[in-house]
């Protein structure tokens, strides 16, 4: 069993940045890949970034340039760096574990709201 826990959300001006943690607690030996994702009201829940083991990222075309998605495997935490931000990136944002053996884990969501 993960759990995840997000921090860091909340309300921002259209340029301005904001700084997403998620803290991993209980077999964090076996994450694999970590990662954001978020979902805005009447949509889908998309991917934002995601970072292997071996510190491969990957970024949602909307996102690239503007975020950064680092990870510290001793401390267990992943961070998402919110550079530009833009009214539609307003969200819930959803840190997610991917665990061996056991699936994808999900964190309870951190809202990110953009004003313009």
């Known amino acids: 069993q993960v759990q995840l826990v997000e921090s860091g959300g909340g309300l921002v001006q259209a340029g301005g940045s904001l700084r997403l943690s998620c803290a991993a607690s209980g077999s964090t030996g076996s994450i694999m890949a970590m990662g954001w994702y978020r979902q805005a009201p009447g949509k889908q829940r998309e991917l934002v970034a995601t970072?292997?083991?071996?510190?491969?990222?990957n970024y949602a075309d909307s996102v690239k340039g503007r975020f950064t998605i680092s990870r510290d495997t001793a401390k267990n935490t992943v961070t998402l760096q919110m550079n530009s931000l833009k009214a539609e990136d307003t969200a819930v944002y959803y840190c997610?574990?991917?665990?061996?053996?056991?699936?994808?884990?999900w964190g309870q969501g951190t809202q990110v709201t953009v004003s313009s």
């Open positions: 997610k574990a991917v665990v061996w053996s056991q699936g994808a884990y």
């Open positions: 970072i292997s083991s071996g510190g491969s990222t």
